[in-house]
């Protein structure tokens, strides 16, 4: 009565909880639609003692498509493997090894490579609408599910206590069974890493809390229109590139360290190409090649000699080759409106054979730097035997040296925006000048810096390449060294405090018995 007389009714009409004894309905939709436009109805799934509630509403509304896209991915297997070796055996590099043009070498280098990979590693289709089943549903645990639903639907054919209690017996065995599987894969999955892993230890977190609603972006509304495909594509482009914009100061270098001594990029050979090469971690990420590390690491030892000669031509002459100087980037949404260009992080994706020759640059880097004592003692970030947790421990000990000696500890905490995008170039080359990078290197880390370019691609639409004028490479191996240097001098502006820096994040640390000095110090 009360729902009549106000116009509303139950569409539900079989009883929705059901006992070898009863069958009542519980469960309610309860609506003031038409109900000749309305589908309802219960359905049979022993989930738990109340049965699941539909129902459909003809609205005449037009829906959204959502078959999601085929997925187009290479057929990286163990077979296709021993084809894309058995292809690059059979390839001439003679004149890949004549080339003393470093341009000109790598592009004879990766047509040929390219060529053998394509021919290797085939495209196919996938069909993406079927949902996959959790990694830890076994053949046998199906059939379990399977049986557990015809034990229900044969016990509401017959309303028999005995199939009611056979059923609820089956179930609570399956539920635990279900329980112990789950706990089981990712008590493995954790046991493949330690705690001496973090990377890994908060991949494998991330896989369990992870928000599905946070992956992928296929569209956004800007200025109250929506954009998608190679148009948002461009979109985010122009917004990363412009993010990291930064102005010159001819004044900066009066307060830079100077060195007289002058580095000198010792040639490589096979055996650090090939060290450095497989201490590279694999990835599935494709880089702008269209290349994949791990099938390349499996026939390294076939184009030792081709990288050898490459990289040594890279360090003589003073130019890095500009198809290593493409990055692809790709979006991850960090929180916030899914709207907002800004509240969306560039992951980038490097050119696979760029990372070697920064490891081998990078070496040689750190060794002249460490040699002659150039850089901070203040500074824990990217540096061997350095981490978070010596820095917190430094940290720690000048709070206790305080309080032991009866002064106040006063700590400022810095977190630069955008630091690593916003690097001037210039003036990055100018300071590496005053550390003895001078001549050839220079050349080198001038030629990395200033001809680089990149993409934004979401899904299968790539933008528009644009020139990156500004900052050092975000996923490279030299960016973070480049970056430490070019902050290395900031421990020369403030004397009497003390400084603990991890890359970008800087600690300021002011010490006096006196309240008022420490807050002057602290405003200064």
């Keep these: 009565v009360l729902l009549t007389s106000n116009s509303f009714c139950n569409v539900i009409i079989p009883p929705t909880r059901i006992t070898s004894s009863s069958s009542t309905l519980i469960d309610l939709f309860v609506t003031n639609h038409d109900e000749s436009n309305i589908t309802a109805g219960v359905l ?47 390839v001439d590099w003679s004149h890949v090894l004549r080339s003393n043009d470093v341009n000109e070498c790598y592009d004879l280098f990766l047509n040929e490579l390219k060529r053998a990979y ?14 996959s089943r959790k990694p830890w549903i076994s053949r046998l645990l199906l059939k379990q599910i399977k049986k557990r639903n015809f034990l229900y639907d044969s016990f509401l054919k017959t309303r028999d206590e005995v199939q009611l209690r056979e059923f609820k017996k089956f179930r609570n065995f399956l539920n635990t069974q279900l329980k112990r599987a789950k706990q089981r894969y990712f008590a493995a999955k954790f046991d493949e890493c330690c705690f001496r892993q973090p ?9 369990v809390m992870r928000n599905p609603n946070q992956d992928g972006i296929e569209s956004m509304t800007i200025n109250n229109r929506e954009v998608s495909g190679t148009e948002l594509s461009n979109k985010f482009n122009d917004y990363f590139v412009s993010v990291g914009n930064s102005t010159y100061n ?16 010792n040639p490589t050979d096979e055996g650090e190409v090939f060290s450095t090469f497989m201490n590279i971690k694999n990835s599935r990420s494709h880089d702008c090649e269209d290349l994949q590390i791990g099938p390349v690491k499996f026939v390294l030892d076939l184009i030792l000699p081709c990288l050898t000669h490459l990289y040594n031509l890279i360090l003589s002459s003073g130019i890095f080759p500009k198809r290593m100087q493409v990055a692809k980037v790709s979006v991850l949404y960090k929180g916030g409106d899914r709207n907002d260009l800004s509240n969306y992080r560039p992951i980038s994706i490097l050119p696979i054979f760029s990372k070697p020759i920064e490891k081998i640059m990078c070496s040689r880097l750190y060794n002249f730097l460490g040699k002659y004592s150039l850089l901070t003692e203040s500074q824990f970030g990217f540096r061997k035997h350095r981490s ?32 690593f995008d916003r690097i001037n170039h210039k003036t ?5 000048k005053c550390y003895g990078i001078r001549g050839i290197p220079l050349s080198l880390l001038a030629s990395y810096l200033q001809y680089r370019h990149q993409y934004v691609q979401i899904g299968n639409s790539p933008s528009n390449m644009q020139r990156i004028s500004s900052g050092v490479p975000q996923g490279s191996i030299l960016g973070p060294l480049l970056f430490i240097i070019y902050v290395n001098d900031i421990t020369n502006i403030e004397t009497s405090a003390k400084l603990i820096m991890y890359a970008d994040d800087t600690s300021i640390f002011f010490s006096d018995s006196r309240e008022d000095i420490l807050t002057s110090k602290g405003n200064y």
């Design 44 to 90: 049979s799934y022993g989930l738990s003692d109340h049965l699941p509630i539909f129902m459909f509403v003809n609205q005449n509304i037009p829906l959204k498509e959502t078959t999601r896209p085929p997925l187009i991915l290479q057929d990286i297997s163990s077979e296709t493997h021993k084809k894309f070796r058995e292809n690059i055996i059979t």
């Design 118 to 131: 394509c021919t290797a590693f085939p495209y196919k289709t996938i069909n993406v609408n079927k949902k």
């Design 199 to 207: 990377e890994i230890m908060w991949k494998r977190l991330n896989s």
């Design 250 to 265: 001819s004044t900066a270098i009066n307060n830079f360290t100077t060195c007289n001594e002058t580095i000198f990029l």
């Design 388 to 419: 978070t947790e010596t820095a917190l421990l430094v940290q720690k000990e000048l709070i206790l040296e305080n309080f032991e000696n009866k002064l106040l500890t006063l700590g400022i905490f810095i977190d630069f925006s955008k630091a």
């Design 428 to 432: 990055l080359l100018d300071k590496l």
